[in-house]
């Protein structure tokens, strides 16, 4: 009697069938870590470039780039629509009823431009001199997304600035 060694056809074929099923599971499980991991990196981004505005409005900072307040600082401005941030100057101290933003042009950014940001309420965020609170009466939710993906960042009266649990 004689034995063949080595496998056959059908054997091959669905070794090689599982593992394509296997690789491709692998692959969509890895493609949906990696846009994850490219929100939770732009919502550090985010807190990170939100304290940034908040502790130039704490240090009294009148000057950014080519732009500068030579009168009374008003505040920082993180504004989620332009998704910049940016110093705002009071053209008429003491009542500042009329202010301007400085840098007017090349104001720094948020987050990359492929991210959304959302908030339920406000749009603009100011950081008042000094104390660094922001103009807010209740904590502010603001959503971070991209892909499908989202993150939310919560904005206190207090001035906390942290990741949504």
Do not use: H
Not at 15 to 39: C, E, P
Not at 138 to 146: A, C, F, R, W
């Amino acid at each position: 009697m004689s034995y063949s060694k080595g496998f056959t056809l059908i054997e091959m074929t669905v070794t090689v069938g599982v593992l394509i099923i296997l690789t491709s599971i692998g692959m969509a499980a890895y493609n949906n870590f990696l846009k994850r991991q490219a929100v939770d990196q732009a919502a550090k981004e985010l807190i990170s470039n939100l304290k940034k505005a908040q502790n130039y409005a704490v240090i009294g900072k009148k000057s950014y780039g080519s732009g500068s307040c030579t009168v009374q600082l008003y505040g920082w401005e993180a504004n989620l629509s332009t998704k910049t941030y940016y110093g705002r100057c009071c053209t008429n101290p003491p009542d500042c009823t009329s202010v301007s933003n400085f840098p007017s042009s090349g104001q720094p950014s948020l987050i990359a431009p492929d991210f959304t940001l959302s908030s339920p309420s406000s749009t603009i965020i100011l950081f008042k001199p000094l104390s660094g609170e922001p103009d807010l009466t209740t904590t502010l939710e603001i959503s971070i997304s991209k892909d499908g993906v989202q993150k939310t960042i919560l904005l206190t009266p207090a001035g906390a600035i942290r990741q949504k649990d």
